[in-house]
């Protein structure tokens, strides 16, 4: 079964780069067929699309985070990033990853909850 | 892009049935049969409960049966229990993105 954790910092400051990682067992990312997403969840609001990426580093963002959004893929280490540049308190939420199929996330990481702070 | 339109609340009590309604349009829900229902509980990871419109991974009660007419897709419940009392979204395929339901929150009375 496969198995998706985020790890990276839990406070950002303000302008600053929020960085996450999404690891990724049980299953291979470069075995392709699936897509992997990033998706996030305001405290007491409803769930985001950001973005994803497949295994050859095809893109696709959310237009309204666009310029601000990179998604990167290591298929050696089976981990895919997220980098949103720029951040504000409007950026604090839980960031899952997800492993997507036919771009809808089927598995989900545990979420991991940034908070946008000086 | 807007997001898919979901009631904000629905309610019913044990054994009952209840659906739960997720709008689009023509170029979401309604052009596609890629739409998926996730349960959330507090605290907790949403989980997927349906997936291309009606078809239930493995482990989830037959109870959660999903359809689609039209632009808008439907989550059915029956014989509610209580811990299906949860956050519920829909999701859909576009050709560019992902949209997301803006979620229902599902009280068994």
């Known amino acids: 079964q496969v198995q998706l954790q985020e790890s990276g910092p839990g406070l950002v400051k303000p302008s600053q780069t929020l960085s996450l990682t999404c690891t990724v067992s049980?299953?291979?990312?470069?075995?392709?067929?699936?897509?992997w997403s990033w998706i996030r969840q305001h405290p007491g609001k409803g769930l985001e699309w950001i973005g994803y990426i497949y295994y050859s580093g095809s893109t696709y963002y959310n237009p309204s985070l666009k310029s601000r959004v990179t998604i990167s893929v290591d298929t050696s280490k089976n981990q895919f990033s997220l980098k949103l540049s720029s951040v504000t308190a409007a950026d604090t939420a839980v960031y899952y990853c997800?492993?997507?199929?036919?771009?809808?996330?089927?598995?989900w990481g545990q979420g991991t909850l940034v908070t946008v702070s000086s | 892009q807007s997001a898919l339109t979901q009631p904000a609340s629905v309610s019913g009590s044990p054994g009952q049935s209840i659906t739960i309604s997720c709008t689009g349009t023509s170029s979401d829900v309604g052009g596609y049969n890629y739409v998926s229902w996730y349960q959330q509980h507090p605290g907790k990871a949403p989980k997927l409960m349906i997936y291309?419109?009606?078809n239930r991974p493995s482990g989830v009660p037959d109870r959660f049966s999903g359809s689609k007419s039209g632009n808008t897709a439907s989550l059915t419940i029956s014989g509610l229990q209580a811990e299906d009392e949860a956050d519920y979204y829909c999701?859909?395929?576009?050709?560019?993105?992902?949209?997301f339901g803006g979620g229902t929150k599902l009280t068994v009375l």
């Open positions: 997800a492993r997507s199929m036919t771009t809808l996330p089927d598995y």
């Open positions: 999701s859909s395929y576009t050709s560019s993105s992902t949209l």
């Open positions: 291309e419109v009606s």
């Open positions: 049980g299953g291979s990312i470069s075995s392709g067929g699936y897509y």
